[in-house]
């Protein structure tokens, strides 16, 4: 019997995407339950950006190990329908979270007699005008506070093979300069999916973020092929001035001074919306320090057992249920008076039960992935001592035993 062939060794995962991404996700939580102890403690306070571009340049790092090498490589329908079908679950997920959220918002306002909970987070035009409200939400254009990171996600997984098309045709560098032209117009020109039926455009944009987006797959490829990100002192010391700059603009504060100098606000202002360069330079500044000192990077190289890297193996679920319990915390907030001691337990229950999730999604794919290689191992279910008769000499075929039946 030929024995089999071995499988290729799998690769070493980098754990500091996961320790990034879990620890990007544990932020998101905290400050999606505003005025807690905790919150004063989260990144945005310490700069211009804050968890969402962490995790959002942390996901094009992630994208770019997953589907584009792939793609570059000249998979490109394949992978193509792999990241659509991907913003496909983004688009159930943001679904999921904004009708938990509505479900949640209504018991609170049911069960306390408060129907005035049914006008937090952009929940009033649900109440006031349901049928268009309800269009928005199934075509994204109605978001409600708090549930707009995946509808912006889904969006850019969308327009990344185009991205990647440029890239395979004309280099990584003229990927980035289409991606950063277009972050430029939509800023320049106010341009991002609309709302409906508010006005305005989407509060993320993905015209905006998909940039930040691009920038983590660039460099996460240049570095896949063996190049190298710049390492110069002096554009260390430029990215750590920045850091202790915008660190010193948040704590004075100085945001009323005028810094514009005639320039575009996507230049120049702190907008959210349309990612302005401040907000991009501050977390691709911290980016480029963790991934070039090395002490600084080895902080987050921790072992893939660490609760950490766990966590941020299972990024998307972990999000989901952390925007849900977030909602009913908020909600629970809004009937009751908080105190220090309740808003510390409120915080304990969610990043302990996004711990447990994903440490239950781990110990059921091992279960799973046991059971699938037990199925292709060749290895009958029910195995039967006795030696196989033989067939018969001179026959055509010989017939296939009779199964044996368990007494």
């Known amino acids: ?59 094009g790092v992630s994208a770019a190990l997953a589907y584009g090498s792939k793609f570059l490589a000249g998979a490109g329908l394949a992978t193509t329908l792999k990241m659509w079908r991907r913003a496909g679950v983004l688009y159930i997920a943001q679904l999921g979270t904004t009708m938990a959220t509505l479900a949640i918002f209504a018991f609170f306002s049911l069960h306390y007699a408060v129907p005035e909970l049914m006008t937090q987070i952009n929940i009033r035009p649900v109440m006031e005008n ?51 032209a277009l972050w430029l117009g939509a800023g320049l020109w106010r341009i991002g999916p609309p709302n409906f039926p508010n006005g305005g455009i989407w509060f993320l944009n993905p015209l905006s973020w998909q940039f930040l987006f691009v920038i983590g797959v660039a460099a996460a490829l240049h570095v896949k092929r063996s190049g190298r990100l710049p390492q110069s002192p002096w554009l260390a010391l430029a990215a750590a001035c920045y850091l202790l700059v915008s660190y010193a603009w948040v704590k004075i504060p100085l945001w009323g001074i005028d810094t514009s100098l005639g320039l575009p606000a996507v230049l120049t202002g702190f907008n959210k919306t349309y990612l302005s360069a401040p907000r991009l330079l501050h977390v691709l500044a911290a980016a480029y320090l963790i991934a070039v000192l090395p002490r600084l990077s080895n902080l987050f190289r921790l072992s893939s057992a660490n609760p950490l890297a766990v966590m941020g193996r299972h990024g998307l679920s972990v999000f989901v249920l952390g925007t849900i319990l977030a909602m009913a915390a908020q909600a629970w907030r809004m009937v009751h008076i908080p105190s220090t001691a309740s808003n510390m337990t409120i915080l304990a229950i969610g990043i302990g039960a996004q711990f447990a999730l994903a440490y239950y999604i781990e110990w059921y794919r091992g279960v799973a992935n046991g059971w699938r290689e037990a199925a292709t191992s060749g290895i009958p279910a029910h195995h039967d ?23």
């Open 1 to 59: 019997m030929t024995a089999p062939l071995p499988r290729s060794l799998p690769r070493t995962r980098d754990t500091r995407i996961d320790v990034l991404r879990a620890l990007a996700l544990i932020t998101i939580f905290v400050n999606h339950v505003p005025k807690n102890p905790l919150e004063q403690l989260t990144s945005k306070n310490f700069g211009f950006s804050d968890a969402a571009e962490a995790f959002v340049l942390i996901s």
């Open 130 to 180: 349901t049928a268009a409200a309800l269009l928005g939400i199934v075509t994204l254009g109605h978001q409600l506070g708090y549930n707009n990171i995946l509808s912006m996600y889904a969006v850019v997984l969308v327009l990344m093979p185009a991205f990647l098309l440029i890239g395979r045709a004309f280099g990584l560098g003229a990927m980035v300069a289409a991606s950063g």
């Open 385 to 407: 001592d006795r030696p196989a008769l033989p067939a018969r000499h001179g026959s055509v075929a010989a017939p296939s035993p009779e199964p044996v039946r368990s007494q």
